[in-house]
């Protein structure tokens, strides 16, 4: 009998503003995984993922069309580039020289500007192994593109392997000194339905950077210990935003970095566990990057559908984005993102489902 393989399917899927025709790339797993994705803004439109029972829902928000991820989407599933998070007042200094960004965020820069990377159209080339299933994505951004120096060529690859593992893994290069952080913007909610303050989380991280009231960081690391910020151990996430702690009151929950490492990307290693209620089903997110932004979905207010019969409504998912810490360009204290000519900036995270390690189904 033969063995089920990893399988890649294509389908279109509408047009964007800019006119170029999208596509959604669809990788299949043995293990009853899937994962959509879309050309536009390289969004992980869908991740389908089997409970302890076997049944197979999609633990990712998304948005119906093209157009309303356009016009409507809070960066749902997308690709985030040149700079994750936020620069602060848009503007930085490298090599002596002050560049600025557009502002998009109560006056700071916001994942690279408005017309950040979760913008574009990306062209995707498949790539079908034995055991591997993956989609790979490239970019160039121009020198000044959205005010950052530098051309700068961005290959990133979305993998599904047989035991459901997906990987993203970005790389870039620059022709110039410039600033790069690279993340993935998915929502996540385990249970695919309703909100994920009965989920627990744990994050592999002993300190956090608290921000002010526009998110910006406020200096130093901050240990964790004794502050609703201390996810060593997991923790139900109702309890953790709905602690009466300031950090967590001006934000209306989680919007902060936990610090992996302070010096730098390393080896892939542990960076946190998400699990439904019940444990039905589990993720664990590994990754290279120094930091791991937990976003609660605050600003949700079920004014977005996904074109079926979900809203989406205020925690209604958890975001976990790797990445450099906010405003490391402007922090000479934090690890640098800093890519010259040469050099690679390269980032691995891997999103692991250990409840399908015994086929899906618990006895």
Not at 22 to 40: C, D, F, K
Not at 85 to 102: C, E, K, S
Request: hydrophobic share 35%; proline share 9%; aromatic share 6%.
């Amino acid at each position: 009998m033969l063995r089920p393989r990893p399988a890649v399917r294509h389908r279109p899927f509408g047009t964007a503003p800019s006119g170029e025709d999208v596509g959604l790339w669809r990788l299949e797993s043995p293990s009853g995984v899937y994962a959509e994705i879309l050309t536009y803004g390289g969004v992980l439109h869908a991740l389908g993922v089997p409970d302890t029972r076997g049944e197979t829902a999609n633990v990712v928000l998304s948005l119906p069309t093209v157009e309303e991820y356009a016009e409507k989407g809070p960066y749902l599933g997308a690709l985030i580039g040149r700079y994750a998070n936020r620069i602060a007042h848009g503007r930085f200094t490298l090599d002596g020289t002050t560049y600025r960004v557009p502002r998009n965020d109560r006056g700071h820069a916001l994942h690279g500007g408005p017309g950040g990377f979760d913008t574009k159209v990306w062209a995707a080339e498949p790539v079908l192994e034995a055991e591997t299933a993956a989609l790979r994505l490239t970019l160039r951004s121009p020198d000044g593109d959205m005010g950052f120096p530098g051309a700068l060529d961005v290959t990133v690859t979305y993998a599904l392997d047989t035991a459901g593992t997906l990987s993203v893994v970005c790389a870039a290069t620059t022709d110039r000194p410039t600033v790069v952080s690279l993340t993935h913007h998915a929502y996540f909610n385990l249970a695919a339905a309703g909100d994920v303050l009965g989920h627990t989380l744990r994050v592999d991280a002993p300190a956090y950077l608290p921000v002010d009231a526009d998110g910006i960081p406020l200096g130093p690391l901050h240990e964790v210990a004794d502050t609703p910020f201390d996810l060593t151990s997991p923790r139900l996430l109702g309890s953790c935003v709905e602690a009466a702690d300031e950090q967590i009151v001006q934000a209306g929950g989680y919007d902060h970095c936990w610090a992996l490492s302070t010096q730098g990307p390393g080896p892939l290693r542990p960076a946190a566990r998400l699990a439904a209620p019940a444990e039905s089903r589990v993720m664990e997110v590994w990754t290279t990057a120094p930091g791991l932004q937990v976003y609660t979905a605050n600003q949700l207010d079920g004014s977005l559908s996904d074109g079926a019969d979900r809203s989406l409504e205020r925690h209604g998912a958890v975001c976990l984005e790797t990445q450099h810490f906010p405003d490391a360009p402007n922090r000479a204290d934090y690890p640098s993102p800093v890519l010259r000519p040469g050099a690679t900036a390269h980032r691995r995270t891997e999103f692991r489902f250990p409840h399908l390690a015994d086929g899906g189904h618990r006895s």
